[in-house]
């Protein structure tokens, strides 16, 4: 039985991470400090015997050591994540990022474990050709907007890495992933998929910043861990890194729209300035963000394969289910 260590298991995508694991027959222990994260998600997976947890900071290195030293492999999701919370809190966000990878990296090394690393498609700053494949130049923005900080932060754990797969051979995989969605992400960081739906579910305005014009690509959070146990169980993956995402492009004003309509809700759509919403000047934002999945494609035989408005369902469901309990 393989042994996963999961960094961030409590939260979004570690908690559907974890499921996926145990299902395919790992033994699985999360760690998470709850920042972000939330008990109520892997409460479905506390009398699993295969699964374990501990409430704890990734940055006490006391507790990764022991953690690290009963796992075989690591799936390090932990970060400061969110628009919301990195504007807010940006010293929690550089020190989290790169601390916490420094730390998981380091200990890795000593026990010689294999790594994968969740980076992100912010790294991509803001683009320098379309569709966005792994060995693109990037183009970020300046230091005085904190908002950069998180991409610029996972860029130095990418970097950090793949010096340690260079020099000491240390068998780490990186993954940068576009937006994800499903059940239980909330919308309270800033996440706007959720945001919509709790809006159109309760009839409120469902507010979009910018002009809406603004394309984004949504993959499913089932496709997502799909993908992620894939390159775990691939040794060509070691010292790659890979886009996971989807391809299909919506704008955030029809994103709106579609979701209004999947909630069959009477919302009014209203477009609100990105100065109002973040209450920073010179907010920026991305007009465009679609991955090249065709280097994760040829690897592991990896493509996402739910649609839009089926993930639309999904976490229509989940909220109602939540907001208006059966
Ligand atoms: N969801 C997305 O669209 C998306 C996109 C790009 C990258 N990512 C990356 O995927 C990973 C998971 O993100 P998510 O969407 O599931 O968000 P999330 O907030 O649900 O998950 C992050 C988890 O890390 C935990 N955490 C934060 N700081 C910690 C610390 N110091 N010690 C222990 N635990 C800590 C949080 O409590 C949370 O459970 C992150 O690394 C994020 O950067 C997510």
Redesign the pocket.
């Known amino acids: 039985m393989i042994r996963a260590l999961i960094?961030?298991?409590?939260?979004?995508?570690?908690?559907h991470l974890s499921e996926q694991l145990l299902k395919n027959g790992y033994h699985v222990t999360a760690?998470?400090?709850?920042?972000?994260?939330?008990l109520q998600?892997i409460e479905g997976l506390a009398n699993d015997p295969n699964f374990r947890y501990a409430i704890?900071?990734?940055?006490n290195i006391h507790v990764i050591d022991r953690l690290v030293s009963e796992c075989d492999i690591i799936f390090?999701?932990?970060?400061?994540?969110?628009v919301r919370n990195i504007i807010d809190r940006p010293i929690n966000t550089i020190e989290?990022?790169i601390g916490?990878t420094e730390t998981i990296l380091k200990t890795a090394s000593r026990y010689r474990r294999r790594v994968l690393i969740?980076?992100?498609?912010?790294v991509y700053g803001k683009g320098v050709s379309f569709p966005f494949r792994e060995d693109d130049d990037t183009l970020s923005g300046p230091t005085l907007r904190s908002r950069w900080s998180?991409a610029a932060s996972?860029a130095i754990d990418e970097f950090l890495a793949f010096a340690y797969h260079a020099e000491i051979d240390l068998p780490v995989t990186l993954f940068?992933?576009?937006?994800?969605?499903g059940p239980?992400?909330?919308g309270q960081?800033g996440?706007v998929v959720p945001r919509f739906v709790r809006w159109a579910l309760a009839n409120e305005p469902i507010q979009v910043y910018g002009d809406g014009q603004q394309q984004r690509c949504f993959?499913n959070?089932y496709d997502v861990v799909g993908a992620i146990q894939g390159l775990a169980e691939s040794d060509c993956a070691i010292g790659e890194l890979y886009n996971i995402g989807s391809n299909e492009e919506v704008s955030i004003l029809e994103l709106a729209q579609r979701i209004r309509d999947r909630a069959d809700s009477a919302s009014t759509i209203e477009l609100v300035p990105y100065e109002q919403a973040y209450q920073q000047p010179g907010f920026e934002d991305f007009r465009r963000r679609v991955p090249s999945i065709e280097k994760i494609r040829a690897a592991i035989g990896w493509q996402p394969t739910t649609p839009l408005d089926d993930t639309i369902d999904q976490i229509v469901a989940y909220y109602q289910n939540e907001m208006y309990p059966a």
């Open positions: 960094t961030g298991g409590a939260g979004f995508i570690g908690s760690i998470d400090n709850l920042s972000t994260g939330r998600n704890e900071d990734i940055r390090h999701l932990a970060a400061a994540v969110g989290v990022n916490g969740a980076s992100t498609s912010e998180y996972k940068r992933l576009f937006n994800t969605v239980r992400q909330v960081y996440m993959g959070v």
